[in-house]
C-alpha cells in the first residue's frame, strides 16, 4: 500500500489548512484583493487541523503516530501559553 493510500485522510485537511492558512500572505504578496475576511482564513485552517488530527487517530501508520503527539504538543502548549501570558 503507498504513502498516499494509507495516509491521505489525514494528509489531505492537513494540506487545505496549510493553503488556507498562506493564501492571506500570498495574495497580499502578489498584490491580488480577495474579498474573504481574514477569520474565515483561521477559522478554516483550525477546522482542517482538527480534521487531520481527529482523521490521524484513525491511521496507522508512524507518520500518523508522529502527527499525533506533535500536535497534541503544540496543543498543550498553545493552551499553556493562553493561560500564563
Known amino acids: 500500500m503507498a504513502y498516499l493510500d494509507r495516509n491521505s485522510p489525514w494528509l489531505i485537511p492537513l494540506l487545505m489548512s496549510l ?20 477569520w474565515l482564513s483561521i477559522a478554516g485552517a483550525i477546522l482542517g487541523f482538527f480534521l487531520a488530527g481527529l482523521s490521524s487517530m484513525f491511521v496507522d501508520a508512524v507518520s500518523a503516530r508522529i502527527v499525533r503527539l506533535v500536535g497534541t504538543g503544540l496543543g ?6 493562553a493561560i500564563f501570558h
Open 76 to 81: 498543550i502548549a498553545m493552551i499553556a501559553a
Open 19 to 38: 493553503i488556507l492558512l498562506t493564501t492571506p500572505a500570498l495574495t497580499e504578496m502578489l498584490g491580488i484583493q480577495i474579498a474573504l475576511p481574514k
